[in-house]
């Protein structure tokens, strides 16, 4: 099989052709309709939907998901790993599409997965990985050169048809004084993709992301650094892929992959599991690592940056006894498994799980599972790194999941404003039935005073009427009798309570003798008082007093007094 590594990131000897500072990786500045999309719709919304990461093989599938809470810290939500029973050894996932597709549809019951989102990584044997220099060209120049197949034709000299590839690019570098720029270049056979998409489809879940497994091993690795938070990690990383499958070291430059193939033959598939000759595997160890210091080697040289640890995925049950044959052959670099689970928040239900000796051949899955449906491109603007999808119809998918999120969010709108209007047609009622329930409070006792009222201005009225009567009659008088009405009146406004009158003398000229009892001296009193107050009676004094006369058992003897009343001259 032809090998896709092998004229993949070639090291070019000039100088110049290396990333210039500030140009690789450079951040785009976002757009106004991102910071509108962050600023309105939430950053939840912007970065996309839930995706479970898929990974197949034709031993196991494995699946995983991963979320992030409040404090930004990333949770492994679920992880599964089903086992597939039933296929020879060198059995291949395309060669048994419909058992693949029942075993995920088996293992997506098992481990509850809700979301329908998938992320899947096909091999490195079904890509075509490559960097290509172009001339420097704006993103409209660019776009326009691959709409026309012209840019492909004259960079990448395909077997096949354009037309039998999905075909993913990403600017990787630009040489501004050099005029030209490197592209990354990855196809795959339309066919490939399908079958790939057909068993996800079959299995019950939407393949909305496609990547190549090595890529999804970058994503795993850039996103533990990033959780590591080492500076040192983030500018440089080396990774070594040893096993049965796939061999190759991927160093992590400034964010560019550079991946130089390993090479291993058949035979040494076998003595990686079964050779019990100790010579057999210390020669096979001798073959694999003068490849691996070459790739060391030739960065080095090329980039003048030294290399001193590599962390190491394998799928072999024994690496650990290759990894010290490794570091004893090259003691000033360190070998160690890497652990993509390494920072990431598990939960106590699920660390049974997880506990494996070796979790790096979980790397891919978990690459996968960092990933986001980023249909509005927030990644690329906040990271300046454009994930890698190689699904044909990602363009229409893309279309399709904006048309939805904003139909949901309008859907969503008009509900929430439908409900706040209820909210607040519904409070003011319940504030006006309280305001009422608390106005009407005591109504039973306000209509029985009402009533009261009623009849006591009935009758007032009536009295009313005859003293405007007796009134109109006191004007038609021309002798004194007016002012005697308006005297006795006076003198009878002032009786208080617990004083009755005997008898009242008036001698027609300015001497009224009022002679009564009271129940007691301070009633005496209160009257005087409230006769000096009138206007027609000048002067109101006792004039005698005599002890109490009533002898009745069980009353309250009274004192009889007379007073004299002075009137006024007129």
Known sequence: MKNPFKDLFKKKNKEEDAPKPGITGAKKKTSFFDKYLKNRLGKSAVQGEEIVGVELNANEIRLAQLSNNKSNQWILDRFFVHKIEGLPEDASVLENPDKIADELKLALQKSKISTTNAAIAIPVTSAIIRVVTAPLMTDDELSKAIDTDSLWENLVQLTDNLADYSIFHQVINKDEKGNTMDILFVASKLSDINNYTQIIKKGGLNAVIIDVKCFALKSAVDQINQIAGSIEDSNLTAILEFGLDENYVMILHENNPIITDIFIRSQDRKTLVESTDQDEKDALVRRYLTQVKQAVQDFETKYEK???NLKVTSNLPNVDEYLASFRKS??????NLFDPLDGIKIPAQMEESVKYNNRSYFSTVIGLAFRKLDVFGYYKFVTAVKNINLLPDRQSMIAQKKAKFF????????????????IVLGGLSFWQIHNLNNKIVGYD????????????????????SLLNKSIKLSKTIKSNKRINFR????????VPKRVKFDSIDYNGSDLVMIRGSAYGDQDILKLIGNLNNQKLISQA??????????????????KGFTIACIVEKS
């Open 445 to 464: 006792d306000v209509l029985q005073s009402y009533e009261l009222k009623t009849l006591e201005k009935d009758k007032v009225t009536k009295e009313l």
């Open 330 to 335: 090259m003691t000033n670099t360190g070998f």
């Open 541 to 558: 004094s006792l004039a005698s007093m005599s002890a109490p006369n009533n002898t009745q058992a069980g009353k309250q003897p009274m």
């Open 306 to 308: 030294r290399i001193r």
């Open 487 to 494: 005297i006795l009146a006076q003198i009878a406004s002032s």
């Open 407 to 422: 139909s949901n969010y309008a859907f969503k709108g008009i509900v929430g404003l439908v409900a706040i209007i209820y």
